[in-house]
């Protein structure tokens, strides 16, 4: 640790994140402000978070030992990802590390199989779904939904529309590519949903939880591009329910820190569950600069144990457009003509180089005007993209 | 430097900072946010700022090898404070280094002395004053005011309260231990004033600038420890005024990035310059939470020569409460119950250890009741500091 204890005020926590990319980059800007210690194991020396923390050690995140000692000097260690096995985490809380989401609850955000599994046994509302091994199975599973389209699954490993095929029918060459991966396969209804939504919560160790407004999001190739907070006409009793099935979630799972239910609205009016994270998520970074408290200072204080803040919006309505890479390499040229355009426009770079469809920043609006609000950031990101040039 | 420019995103901005101080560790807050990599001239390996950047090279801001060492590394190099010699900068500036705000700027919040005469070029409101060598000078000033008490001050190096003394008569022995401080000795008015007031505004290097709005500041034994913004009650004729000063102010001495300046409301309705400071300032802090750009990022957007963010306040009324170091050491402890308590509150800590009277955080609250916002920010910076203990 680059840091001695005795180097630090008393009672300074010492928070590790497994993993250098843009949440841990972002939580750093919420550890900074409440005087936590961020320690970050990073992939590489210049990653995201290592740009932006004092204390970044590179390692492999699979080798225990790297891992416990990484975990030795922390207070806490909580997750960037949720790659990190499961062995290896009841490993250190064998050790007396605090692992904050424990693996327990951790696995279910790694395997979507026993996600299902276990959302089923308190009938969380979910697609139908079903862990196939062969074609014939694949068929029958398509058979007891009502037809194909039907959707595969990698149960590990899957993330931003990876791991993730739509099969039209039984001789489909995609389902041949699921069993190809090597990963068992979980076979999913296709849902006709109106729009996606998300669910955010914060839960502490000693089980506080806060909600925040439900959002919707859009997705694109599989990756969040727009998330407006809240969800524009979305039933009160609806907003209820999802808030509620997600604090279930976190509730029966014992997640700590914050969980993110990603959900379709389907056109039969059902909210069905569809993803889970337990990390601050993409459809929560509109909380940065749209709520009281952000998700990242919730998931800080909820893995430290420490009273939850107000999830509440502060404003009426608060878009958050993703920033891809695209064509453009020098991203911060275009914030001159973005900042000039829109004094009220934030923008967030994560310290990555552009490639084209990586994630390397978001932009978020707020204001009274649904329509208005959504243009701007639209424009922001566009232009910051490259896709328009005015 | 930590990371060499071929590790960072193309374009991706180097800004120095010199000093490690609070002021330095909340810049890094938007850094990160940015995507701007702060880099930090630190006086130690685990000052405040040093905590919370990936690159802190520790070095004497007075060593001109230093200073040109660090500022190789940047882009434009900036202050967490005013006490970087002029000379020194001048010899950057002829270097070819950027330099916001310059030495020919700065010099006017490093000598009261120059500040006072320049601002009399352009009659800048001010309390009566002038520089004296000798007791009798001291007597006839005070004469020419209409007597004692008046001020002596050091005309460089106070700060938070060191280097004024209040002067009751000529045979005060405050006279001695002003003229014994070995620095030349400015003898102002004693202004009878309602309260204090602070004119935040930012300036870019092309002259765009933006005004915060002007807040209320309460300061005990010369330290800050009350913000509330706005003013209250303040006319808006006046405020206008306050704002158009600094604004002036900062164009006539060609501040690039955040000034401030103090300035006493006086009994007889006049708004008089009282200090300057050439870097993001504690009256300012409420900002981070309650505007919707805070200075420090408009310090930063400043002196890259990006557009600046709006300075619009996003609540009716923010108040912040410094934190001062009291008997309770573990600063971290007091969290819990305030927290708790008000699930609103925005709390920042320093990384510093608490020393009696030192600035170790600062807590924000917002909201549209004056006096319930201001309970709520008191509350939580006694209880944290431990002069109250429920």
């Avoid at 180097?7 to 843009?22: A, K, R, S």
């Avoid at 998520?281 to 952000?294: K, P, R, Y």
Wanted: hydrophobic share 45%.
């Amino acid at each position: 640790m680059k840091f001695d204890r005795k180097d630090l005020p008393v009672g300074t926590p010492v928070v590790g994140m497994v993993g250098g990319g843009q949440l841990a980059r972002m939580t750093q800007e919420t550890a900074v402000a409440l005087g936590i210690q961020l320690r970050v194991l990073a992939e590489g020396p210049a990653v995201s978070a290592a740009q932006a923390v004092a204390d970044a050690p590179v390692g492999d995140y699979k080798d225990p030992e790297t891992v416990r000692r990484f975990a030795a000097e922390c207070d806490v260690v909580t997750f960037d990802h949720e790659h990190v096995p499961t062995e290896l985490l009841h490993a250190l809380e064998a050790d007396g590390v605090k692992v904050h989401p424990g693996p327990d609850a951790l696995v279910h955000a790694q395997d979507k199989a026993v996600m299902r599994a276990r959302l089923d046994t308190f009938a969380a509302p979910a697609p139908a779904h079903q862990v196939v091994g062969t074609a014939a199975d694949v068929a029958d599973f398509a058979k007891r939904v009502g037809g194909f389209p039907i959707i595969l699954k990698t149960t590990r490993g899957g993330y931003d529309g990876k791991g993730v095929w739509f099969v039209d029918g039984p001789d489909d060459p995609q389902v041949a590519t699921a069993f190809g991966s090597g990963v068992p396969i979980l076979a999913e209804e296709k849902v006709d949903f109106v729009r996606e939504l998300s669910a955010i919560v914060a839960r502490s160790p000693h089980g506080q939880a806060v909600a925040y407004p439900i959002v919707e999001s859009v997705q694109r190739d599989g990756i969040c591009v727009e998330v407006t907070a809240p969800a524009p006409g979305l039933d009160p009793a609806k907003a209820a329910q999802a808030q509620q099935t997600a604090l279930r979630i976190a509730g029966e799972l014992g997640v700590v820190g914050v969980l993110a239910v990603e959900m379709f609205e389907a056109r039969d009016g059902r909210l069905l569950v569809n993803e889970l994270a337990m990390r601050p998520h993409n459809t929560g970074h509109w909380s940065i600069d749209g709520a009281v408290t952000s998700q990242f200072e919730n998931h800080l204080r909820a893995v430290l144990d420490l009273p939850l803040g107000s999830p509440a919006a502060r404003a009426p309505y608060t878009v958050m457009v993703n920033v891809l890479g695209g064509d453009v390499e020098d991203m911060h040229r275009g914030l001159l003509h973005c900042l000039a355009r829109d004094p009220g426009l934030k923008v967030h770079f994560y310290g990555k180089s552009v490639q084209p469809g990586r994630k390397v920043g978001h932009v978020t609006a707020y204001g009274d005007d649904l329509e208005e609000t959504r243009s701007r950031a639209r424009h922001a990101a566009a232009y910051l993209t490259g896709t328009i040039d005015e």
